[in-house]
C-alpha cells in the first residue's frame, strides 16, 4: 500500500520569508547628516592665504612687486566675493536675475565703452599684503574653518533609520525621534553662488517635513542631493517585527 504524504508546515516558510525581509531591512543602514555652517564655504580664504603665503615668501626677483599687486586685488575681491555669497541666498529666479543683472551690466558698459577704463582703474589699484598678513590670515581662518567643520558642526546631527528620523545632540540633552510615516524630504534648490561656486556642486540643503507639519531644516549639507534621495528610501520602509 502506498503511504499518503503528509503536508510541509506553512510556519517554517512563513518564518523563512520573514527572516529574508529582515535581513534586507536590516541591510539598509542608518544614515547620518551633518548640516554646517557658513563658515564651510570660506575656504576659498585660507586656501589663498596660505598659498599667497608661500609664494611670498620663496618666491623672489624681477616681477615681485607686480605680483604681490595681483595677489592683494585677487584676495580682496574673493573675500568680498565669498562675504556677499554666504551672506545672500540666491536660490531659483533670484539667481537668474542676478545673472541678468550682470549680464546686462555688462552689455551696457561695453555698449558705452565703459568696460576699458573700469578694467584699467581695477587693474591700477595698488593693493598688497605682506607675507606675514597672508600666513596670519590663512592659519586663523583655517584653524576656525576647521574647529567648525569637524568640532562644533559635529555636536548636533540627524539620524535616519528605516520609518525613523531622529535628532541628535552628542552631549546633553535634546534628542528627539519622529516617525518617518507620512513624512517626505526633498532637496532644496540649489543657491548659485554657495552651493555650486563656494559648494562646487556637492553641498546643499534638505527639508524634511514630518507627518504632523514640522519642518525640519538641515543646512549646507554635503552631498545633499544623494542624501535626500537616501533619506526618502528610508523614511518610506516601515520595520518589521
Not at 119 to 142: E, H, N, Q
Not at 207 to 228: C, M, P, R, S
Request: net charge neutral.
Amino acid at each position: 500500500m502506498s503511504e499518503t504524504p503528509t503536508a510541509t508546515p506553512a510556519e517554517p516558510v512563513q518564518k523563512h520569508e520573514h527572516g529574508h525581509v529582515q535581513e534586507a531591512l536590516n541591510q539598509l543602514s542608518e544614515l547620518k547628516v551633518y548640516t554646517h555652517s557658513p563658515i564651510l564655504y570660506w575656504w576659498p580664504i585660507w586656501g589663498l592665504g596660505l598659498l599667497f603665503g608661500i609664494i611670498s615668501t620663496f618666491v623672489s626677483g624681477e616681477g615681485t612687486e607686480a605680483a604681490a599687486r595681483v595677489q592683494g586685488q585677487t584676495f580682496v575681491f574673493v573675500l568680498i566675493f565669498v562675504i556677499f555669497s554666504t551672506t545672500v541666498k540666491l536660490r531659483g529666479a533670484n539667481s537668474v536675475i542676478l545673472g541678468l543683472i550682470l549680464a546686462i551690466g555688462g552689455i551696457l558698459l561695453a555698449t558705452a565703452n565703459l568696460s576699458g577704463p573700469i578694467a584699467d582703474f581695477i587693474g591700477g589699484l595698488d593693493i598688497r599684503m605682506s607675507p606675514a598678513f597672508y600666513w596670519f590670515v590663512g592659519i586663523t581662518v583655517f584653524l576656525m574653518w576647521a574647529v567648525m567643520i569637524f568640532g562644533f558642526d559635529k555636536v548636533k546631527f540627524y539620524e535616519i533609520a528605516p520609518g525613523q528620523v531622529r535628532e541628535r545632540v552628542f552631549w546633553g540633552s535634546g534628542d528627539r525621534a519622529e516617525s518617518g510615516a507620512n513624512a517626505r524630504c526633498r532637496y532644496l534648490k540649489d543657491d548659485f553662488l554657495r552651493h555650486r561656486m563656494l559648494g562646487l556642486v556637492v553641498t546643499g540643503d534638505i527639508e524634511i517635513t514630518l507627518a504632523d507639519g514640522e519642518v525640519w531644516y538641515l543646512h549646507n549639507v554635503i552631498f545633499a542631493k544623494q542624501k535626500a534621495n537616501r533619506i526618502n528610501e528610508l523614511i518610506v520602509t516601515r520595520p518589521v517585527d
